[in-house]
Each structure stands twice: as structure tokens, then as C-alpha cells.
């Protein structure tokens, strides 16, 4: 799980600070959102190229260990 929330970033230079996809300006609320909406990962991956399913796998377990109150460690710039 570690090696996957390694893909997600906090820097307050980015998205304001916003968890986002590692060297991108994804942020995990969008595809948390989009997700949500009934999107499908291809639609997403299509959507965004630079995305890969790591990434999208990622942002869910990242979202999981923050409801949990479990320790989150993202990179940071």
C-alpha cells in the first residue's frame, strides 16, 4: 500500500496544498469525484493521459487511509 500513496503529493505550491497524482495537477477529489459520478477507470485513464492505474488505485487507498485516521504519508516538495 505504502509504494502505491508513494504517487501522491502535498505541496502547498500545487493545487494549493491539495493531495494530488505525483508530477501532475490531478487532484485526488477529482477523481474521487468523477469516480463517484459512475466514470469508468478507462474513461478516466482516456480522459487523462497521464494517468495510470496505479495512480487511480492511489487516490482510492489514499482516500480510504484518510477515513480511517491512518497514518498517510504522502510525498512532499
Known amino acids: ?15 494549493n496544498g491539495k493531495p494530488v497524482i505525483k508530477g501532475t495537477r490531478i487532484p485526488i477529489s477529482v477523481i474521487l469525484e468523477q469516480i463517484a459520478e459512475g466514470e ?15 495512480d487511480i488505485q492511489a487516490a482510492l487507498l489514499y482516500a480510504r487511509a484518510s477515513l480511517d485516521n491512518t497514518e498517510v504519508r504522502a510525498a512532499h516538495a
Open 40 to 54: 469508468s477507470w478507462d474513461t478516466l485513464l482516456a480522459g487523462y493521459p497521464e494517468l495510470k492505474r496505479e
Open 1 to 15: 500500500m505504502m509504494i502505491l500513496i508513494d504517487r501522491i503529493e502535498l505541496n502547498p505550491r500545487v493545487c
